[in-house]
Nanobody, 114 residues
Framework: QVQLVESGGGLVQAGGSLRLSCAAS????????MNWYRQAPGKQRELIAT???????NYADSVKGRFTISRDNAENTVFLQMNSLKPEDTAVYYC????????WGKGTRVTVSS
């Protein structure tokens, strides 16, 4: 059974940092591309960062240069380091992967105050 469990969200002031984690189980983590999405209030869910099994990374323009995605295959965990946070980064952040279908965590809420 595939499980994705996010953690690390919270309330932070603009300019601050947070590190999100997503613990994965139920599939061969090391060969799967892992993604971070976010959904702000009243907006569609958007893809913000991707890391492939080979370590290649891609970012949405809105977070490029501020966020870093990484993975620890030994711990089956993917991370999202978020620096220079802005109020517009306020959203629920979701971990995602595809393994015979799409799987999502329940999300972790990030609130950035101005």
């Amino acid at each position: 059974q595939v499980q994705l469990v996010e953690s690390g969200g919270g309330l932070v002031q603009a300019g601050g940092s947070l590190r999100l984690s997503c613990a994965a189980s139920g599939f061969i983590f090391s060969i799967n591309t892992m993604n971070w999405y976010r959904q702000a209030p009243g907006k569609q869910r958007e893809l913000i960062a991707t890391v492939t099994s080979g370590g290649s990374r891609n970012y949405a323009d809105s977070v490029k240069g501020r966020f870093t995605i990484s993975r620890d295959n030994a711990e089956n965990t993917v991370f999202l380091q978020m620096n220079s946070l802005k109020p517009e980064d306020t959203a629920v952040y979701y971990c995602n992967t595809y393994y015979r279908g799409a799987y999502w965590g329940k999300g972790t809420r990030v609130t950035v105050s101005s």
